[in-house]
Every structure is written in C-alpha cells, then in structure tokens.
Nanobody
Framework: QVQLVESGGGLVQAGGSLRLSCAAS????????MGWFRQAPGKEREFVAA????????YYTGSVKGRFTISRHNAENTVYLQMNSLKPEDTAVYYC????????????WGRGTQVTVSS
C-alpha cells in the first residue's frame, strides 16, 4: 500500500527555517503530483504547496510565496518543503499528500509533522 512519512518538523523561532521531507513508497509515482498541506489548531486543513512530476509546475498558497520552496527527488520518491522566514502563523501540523493523476484527488496522506514557530 502507499505510505507517506513526513519528517523534519520541530520548534523554531520566528525568522528561522525548517526543511520538511516526505518519503513515499508503495508504488511508482511517475506522473503524480505531490503536495503539502497544513492544519493549525481550530482551522481547516489548508493547501500549502504542490509540485508536478517533472517539477516544471509549482503551486503555492499566497501566504507562503517567496518563503517556502517545494521540490522533489523522484529517484527516491521524496518531496521536500524548504520553509524560510517562518512566522508564528505558520505553526501547524504539516501533511504530505499524493494526488491520484486520473482523478485529481489527493488520495494518500501522511500522518503529519508538527511545525511550531515561536515569536
């Protein structure tokens, strides 16, 4: 079965950086979009960023543009989220997800990794 495991979360001060990783396994992910979502306390899950298989198209939510960078290493089925200039409002559980290419739905999810940004 498909499994996604996030890592790299932690506690950082505002203005600091973290690099999240998501290792996917269970199938060949050729053509699959991979993305990051986050959920803060009391809020709905929010899209953060996504990247196509070839890495030629990147998507970011407006609040992270210019600060976060998504990338992937297809040979190891890993997607990364480099987070710079972190703000307290970035505090959330971050989830990795894989989009099924025929439906466009994010069907596979990791368990999440906590990111806490202190002021």
């Amino acid at each position: 079965q498909v499994q996604l495991v996030e890592s790299g979360g932690g506690l950082v001060q505002a203005g600091g950086s973290l690099r999240l990783s998501c290792a996917a396994s269970g199938r060949t992910f050729s053509g699959y979009v991979m993305g990051w979502f986050r959920q803060a306390p009391g809020k709905e899950r929010e899209f953060v960023a996504a990247i196509t298989w070839t890495g030629d198209i990147l998507y970011y939510t407006g609040s992270v543009k210019g600060r976060f960078t998504i990338s992937r290493h297809n040979a190891e089925n890993t997607v990364y989220l480099q987070m710079n200039s972190l703000k307290p409002e970035d505090t959330a559980v971050y989830y990795c997800a894989v989009q099924e290419p025929t439906t466009g739905e994010y069907e596979f999810w990791g368990r999440g990794t906590q990111v806490t940004v202190s002021s």
